[in-house]
């Protein structure tokens, strides 16, 4: 009797965290003359795709470039966090727990400081309203939360299996190419999955280092969507439910891999 309580408990909760999405989804599929009805339409009986038509025929550039700006977020952090994670886990520098101390530190510092930041340095640059500007400035909320899993990952690689390959002649980087990073796969589609939907879902460092481009991501695309389409609701809706696909599709993909990942190195033989 107690499970099927908090059977009950659980679904209604699920329902409620979950009914936004759905009314995102309803509005999409309403007409424009049915979008003021009383009451309102709770569910599409009459569907039109009409909105989904005019998100595809104007957000398609925005959809792009949040792909390309998420890819390159990814890219960015794998090439500068593995080698680090590696490096705190198994080679043990010098101020090594300092490094952990401030990586930790970095993760609490709020994206909008550090946006302001990226506006002064990109202003002397003349990285503003560029993509490579917005792949770096998202490269420094994931690479934190990198290095400190990929740290606790390997940390939990044996180091006997180490120390076989370099009696073998493997040297340390051969040892980090050949062996850690195929154990370490999980750790990798974890930290990928995290960081594209960071980017993908960037919308702080977008609208202040990217305001005036005409090269824009997706969550600035809809903002100005807003802006100028206060009466079709159905075709933001739309834009939103589009949006959401590539965020849901991975989640459900990589899900075993995310589990796997993030806890990691969080139980040592």
């Known amino acids: 009797m107690k499970r099927s309580w908090q059977t009950v408990v659980g679904v209604v909760l699920v329902a409620l965290m979950l009914f936004p999405v759905y009314w995102m989804f309803n509005v999409s599929l309403t ?24 998100a595809l025929g104007q957000q398609l550039p925005a959809l792009a470039t949040s792909l390309l700006i998420g890819l ?3 890219a960015l952090t ?7 994670g590696y490096a705190l886990a198994k080679l043990r520098p010098r101020g090594g727990r300092t490094i952990d101390f401030l990586l930790l530190v970095a993760q609490m510092i709020p994206a909008v400081v550090m946006a302001m930041g990226f506006y002064a340095i990109y202003l002397r640059l003349g990285m503003l309203n560029t993509v490579a500007g917005l792949i770096l400035a998202d490269s420094t909320l994931a690479v934190p939360f990198a290095v400190l899993l990929f740290r606790a990952f390997m940390a939990s690689i044996p180091h006997e299996l180490l120390s076989a390959a370099q009696m073998d002649g493997a040297s340390t980087w051969r040892t980090f190419r ?36 005409d090269t824009i991501p997706i969550t600035l ?16 809706m739309a834009t939103a439910v589009i949006a959401s696909v590539p965020a849901a599709f991975l989640l459900i993909l990589a899900q075993r891999y995310i589990a796997a990942g993030v806890t990691a190195g969080a139980v040592k033989d």
Request: glycine letters at 4%; zero cysteines; hydrophobic letters at 45%.
């Open 31 to 54: 007409k424009t003359s049915d979008m003021r009805a009383d009451p309102p339409h709770w569910f599409p009986w009459d569907p039109t795709f009409e909105g989904y038509s005019a």
């Open 72 to 74: 390159g977020t990814v």
């Open 78 to 84: 794998l090439v500068v966090a593995l080698p680090a």
């Open 178 to 213: 050949s062996i850690v990073l195929p154990l370490s796969r999980n750790s990798v589609i974890t930290v990928s999955l995290f960081t594209f939907l960071w980017a993908w879902s960037d919308f702080v460092f977008a609208s202040t280092l990217n305001r005036n481009s």
């Open 221 to 236: 695309g809809i903002f100005r969507y807003i802006g100028n389409n206060t009466t079709q609701w159905n075709s933001i």
